[in-house]
């Protein structure tokens, strides 16, 4: 699913039109990205949390040519689904 195939569900599923459930949708996404440049953890009960990791910098080696590289610091997103989520996945996956 693409961002323009969850507009058209979320206007389907609520009855508005295509422009209000884009503007809802980017409202949302905007919420959940300026949590996390906040550095704040955002939990969605049933569904799952985003959160921020940080990963140390470290040498990697190219791998055309074997050279040593820098890997900087970063920070990374991850998701961990919510039971009600994981329970409704495998459900769907055994039926």
């Known amino acids: 699913m693409n ?5 058209e569900q979320v206007a389907g599923k609520i009855g508005l ?7 809802v949708v980017e409202a949302v996404l905007e919420a959940i ?4 440049v906040g550095g ?6 049933g569904f799952g949390s985003f959160r921020i990791s940080e ?5 990697g080696r190219n791998p055309r040519t ?9 920070k990374n997103i ?11 996945v495998n459900s769907r996956r055994s039926a």
Do not use: C, M, W, Y
């Open 3 to 7: 961002k323009n195939e969850l507009i």
């Open 17 to 23: 039109t295509k422009s209000a459930a884009t503007d």
């Open 33 to 36: 990205t300026g949590t996390l």
């Open 40 to 45: 704040e953890e955002v939990r969605l009960t």
């Open 55 to 59: 990963r140390k910098a470290s040498e």
């Open 66 to 74: 074997g050279e040593t590289i820098k890997i900087e610091a970063a």
């Open 78 to 88: 991850k998701f961990r689904q919510g039971t009600d989520l994981k329970e409704r």
